[in-house]
């Protein structure tokens, strides 16, 4: 049986070394605001998976597992995890005097509740498609039983990207948008206006994990500040306006020129975050014209991703035809031979083999998010030229967000991946797979047996071979066409302490007023 504990932080050593200046420095109190550019319509913590959404919950809400500053699974919630030799039994021992933000205690009874409407409701309940039963032999021990082996459970259910929360099990009968704002998180709720903000207050019941510092979503996580404020600002002029005001602490998506100007001044500071996360074109592949191989296909060779990417990010980006970063040892070249193909005379070909009569196909995008609006208008452009009747709408980001998951309405629509690429292939099966595929491509056998293959092996090689198939069939077929990898300007004061810049997510535990 292989057991997992509560680690002692990577950055224990840091911290120790650090303590005695940084102790003067830290102290609790102040009111921080943030700007980010877009909203949510949804705080229920088991029917989001966008990163809009993610940075306003994250304070608020705790999982069972959370992944560490390299993205690896560690117990949060659970004080130790032990799995069976043969891989169908995970036994959670959960920490006692875990508090919910009504100063209720945590228990078996709220955690297997939880998992249930997580099963039920979440984008990515596939997580929970393995799983025969949960048993709570006592207050504080969760087993799952497992119908048959799932090799990267762990690795999902620490997933930020549409977190397993725990909350408490008489809010876990409700249905989807009901619940109260409740979990045990080291800020509480206090008020949310979807179009403008969401503010909470330090949860002074907070039970932190043990150890000595915070690590990556896991960890002793310290709340200094008495509230944080999302506030909503969508244009980057605006929220870059705010900032230099003093109205904001902290904002982020800020352009190259304006991030350049603000590195000039004396109260504030410009941070770099690259790669942050993956433009991305989602395609709907039931919606007529684009159900259309072929006619996929012929796009995908029009286009010219450097000159998308340049106008995207300002610059701020590197090309990958790949869905996870190089560094990551999945990395694979499947999808280079179909991406930012850029070929005129090949583009022509396929489109004129697809039957294409100029039907209009209908292209979503938002300017809460510029490098999806500036992507969205490039690539328009190149597959104009190709002969395509592209009819652009520009919609507020959570309405374009809703319509993107509907199977008929629209035909493509500029999107951005995250938490994915940071934390590899098993985060995309939600997206890749199944009921929940980005392309409503749930019906593609080899995608189907390429991925019960990655589920089923324990060997890292036998797991390579099926994503670089995966890799290779979405780029084939053009469900998705993957821009690149973009970088992330973030603006914040000087007296901001303790802030670490961190793929996917914006962390406001463990940060401080110096």
């Known amino acids: 049986m292989t057991t997992y504990r509560l680690p002692l932080s990577a950055g224990l050593i840091v911290a120790l070394a650090l303590a005695s200046g940084a102790a003067l420095a830290q102290k609790k109190g102040g009111d921080m605001i943030m700007a980010q550019p877009a909203g949510t319509n949804t705080l229920d913590p088991h029917f989001t998976a966008s990163a809009a959404a993610r940075n306003m919950m994250l304070g608020m809400y705790e999982t069972l597992m959370a992944i560490d500053e390299n ?20 036994t959670f021992a959960l920490r006692k005097g875990v508090k919910f933000h009504t100063g209720k205690e945590m228990t078996s009874a709220d955690v297997k509740a939880s998992f249930d409407r997580f099963g039920q409701l979440s984008p990515e309940k596939t997580t929970m498609a393995s799983v025969d039963r949960i048993d709570t032999p006592d207050p504080y021990t969760v087993v799952f039983k497992m119908k048959a082996l799932d090799t990267s459970f762990l690795d ?10 725990i909350i408490p099990a008489e809010e876990a009968v409700k249905p989807v948008n009901k619940t109260n704002n409740i979990s045990t998180g080291p800020y509480q709720f206090v008020e949310w206006e979807p179009d403008t903000h969401l503010k909470v207050k330090r949860f002074d019941g907070y039970a932190a994990a043990p150890g000595k510092a915070a690590d990556g979503l896991g960890g002793k996580k ?12 969508r244009e980057a002029s605006a929220r870059v306006a705010a900032l230099e005001a003093g109205q904001v602490q902290y904002v982020e998506d800020v352009p190259v020129l304006a991030a350049q100007r603000l590195a000039g001044n004396a109260k504030l500071k410009v941070v770099d975050l690259l790669p942050a996360a993956q433009p991305v074109m989602l395609i709907n592949s039931v919606q007529a ?5 072929k006619l996929r296909q012929a796009m995908q060779a029009a286009i010219d991703m450097k000159e998308v990417m340049t106008a995207a990010t300002d610059g701020n980006f590197k090309l990958n035809h790949s869905f996870v970063y190089p560094n990551n ?6 999808g280079k031979p179909y991406y930012s193909v850029n070929d005129s005379k090949k583009a022509k070909q396929l489109l004129a083999e697809s039957g294409y009569k100029g039907e209009p196909i209908v292209m979503l995008t938002n300017k809460d998010y510029q490098y999806m609006y500036k992507s969205a208008l490039v690539m328009s452009e190149q597959l104009k030229d190709l002969g395509i009747n592209i009819k652009l709408e520009v919609l507020d980001w959570p309405t374009m967000a809703d319509l993107s998951r509907k199977r008929e309405g629209w035909n493509m629509a500029a999107s951005g991946l995250a938490i994915q690429p940071f934390v590899g292939p098993y985060s995309f099966m939600k997206l890749f797979w199944g009921a929940t595929h980005i392309a409503f491509a749930d019906k593609d056998p080899v995608l189907e047996e390429a991925w019960t293959r990655f589920n089923k092996s324990l060997k890292l090689e036998d797991r390579k071979a099926a994503w670089t198939q995966i890799e290779g069939r979405m780029a084939d077929q053009a469900y998705v066409f993957k821009l690149g990898d973009s970088g992330n300007k973030l603006a914040m004061t000087k007296n901001l302490g303790g802030f670490k810049p961190y793929a996917g997510a914006v962390r406001m535990w463990d940060v401080w007023f110096e």
């Open 289 to 293: 014209p684009t159900n259309n191989a």
């Open 222 to 233: 310290t709340a200094y500040f008495d509230t944080v404020t999302v506030r909503i600002i």
């Open 156 to 165: 999902r259910l620490a997933s930020p990207a549409s977190p397993t929360t």
């Open 71 to 90: 993205t690896a699974p560690i117990p949060h919630l659970a004080e130790k995890v032990s799995v069976a030799e043969d891989g169908l039994t995970y």
């Open 329 to 334: 040892p999945y990395f694979n070249d499947a």
